[in-house]
């Protein structure tokens, strides 16, 4: 039997997903308290001062940017709050967390958490793109952990613990913790599924949600930046809908979602794949793969600039790779051919198959027969469901700026509200909060901070920088009005690192602004590491520091070894 809504709560959560359900577990009264133990002497005084943590304040964090111990990738706020749970948990495993969840039901505050999918999880529970289920996650499994039920927990209840560590397990797999996650944890009550939310608008008292008949007085954005699939151009709609396995198949796209179309399609299917090649300017996340960590991601990241080297020469097509040095031996990549920042000029239907006709680099022009498209040049979250004003009033952009022949602006990426959110904080407007991606942190690790801070100021602990009797301008000239809106076509197409794809949509020019941290290698500079040998590196490192100390020669002959 169907639930029925609430018509009226605190606090309202767009989203079903994993920064969705750590809101709820804390909504629900549970307190992240600081125990101490961090290895980080100033941020430890600081929190044995005030240990709840629900009161966050700048000068927390105000040290990380003169610190090598932290990331400059994500938000200050959730490499707090991810330093706490997993202190050193890129060099160390299982470390102690710092934190100490508290239940305190006095402190619970009436919420919902909607989302439109099948069940609880966000993206996790759907499959957008056509690749395989079971390609591992970009996170570890310890990382994945949500606060109350961690994945180790999840796998011990079918005796699989000893797969928790050092493992990246499927999407599947994760999909499945998630959709088990709120009944573990008590939080089932406020987790909705299956509805979607539209026509939210402002009220004198709070939020209106038309489409649900809901009132509340907080409203939180926990809808993600994945949610809406970049179209391919009209002309080549036609070949995107083309199922034709015998032929070659035809990818477009630099990131992850390509390198997993291609990794899941047949072993024995010849692949053509465009991508923009920039390495200095925009290289592509694939780049940051660990050869050893990501294997998969890294062996196409091999394949695209051994093309791209080649396409300096006559030929454009890949140089065979010596089926020895493929860790990947299922597949022939013989049959892959890369064409780097070549343009799709036209493409023509004739049965089951398509010409597409070509030019490279070079002004040359070829042509190739192909049996479909995949079409991975990016996603979009949007905010569709909240009312023209309250997305003027978020974004600070007043609706009559935007040109009339531009995409909707309410189609966003990680970067449409991350300089608001670096600037000021994560309430984007008065009483209206982001978490998760919406952030541009996507990583479940940095989901935390953000949960917390907007915990923080529903319950009131954390006091807001609006005033209570100030009216909502979108128009505001306030030190908030710092959001750089992609309204343009240039800004997504660069967003995706389609510059180099002109002819394939009418892009060319780059991107012009202030990059944010960790931006020349997407937001995963990280993925350079394979974590299981910094492990044994740091441990080697410890043993010979203090081999070195205990000699005595860095005194001189004098320390404490020569005593």
Known sequence: MARSLPKCVDTLIIGNGPSALILSYILHGHIPYYIGGHHDAILDAKLQKSPNLLHLTPDLY?????SLRYSTQALPVNTLLDTLVRPNADTELNPTSCIEWRYEPDKAIPHVA???????????????????????????AEQLSLPGYSYADHLAKSGREDEAEFVRPSRVEVADYLRTYPEAVGIADSIYTGLKVE???????????????IRCKHLVLASGIF?????PPQYLAPVAQMESPEAPLLVIGS??????VIISAPPTRRIIHIYQWAPEKRPSPLRGCHHTAYPEYATVYRQ???AAIASKKKT????SVRRKSNPFQQRDWSLYEGLPNAEVISASTSGKTATVTLRLPSGETITREVGGLAYVVGRRGTLDFLSTNLIAEILNTPEHTTPPDTPSIHLISGRTLRAKAEATSLEVARDVFIIGSLTGDSLIRHAIGGCVFAAGRILGAIPTSYSPYSSPSPTSSTPRSVSPVSTSDTEVAAEDGLAGLAGLAGLGKERSGRRTPGEATNGHADLHVDRRKLVRAVETAQVENRYWVDSGWWAGGLGPGRR
């Open 62 to 66: 105000a040290h990380f940017l003169s």
């Open 114 to 140: 909607i989302g439109d999918t099948a069940h609880a999880g966000g993206q996790w529970a759907e499959n957008p793109v056509s690749a395989s289920a079971d390609i591992g996650t970009l996170s570890y």
């Open 199 to 213: 026509n939210v608008h402002r009220t004198v008292r709070g939020f209106s949600i038309g489409s649900l008949g």
């Open 227 to 231: 949610t809406v699939n970049i179209p």
């Open 255 to 260: 990131g992850f979602s390509a390198a997993d």
């Open 304 to 306: 695209m600039k051994l």
């Open 316 to 319: 454009a097509k890949s140089p």
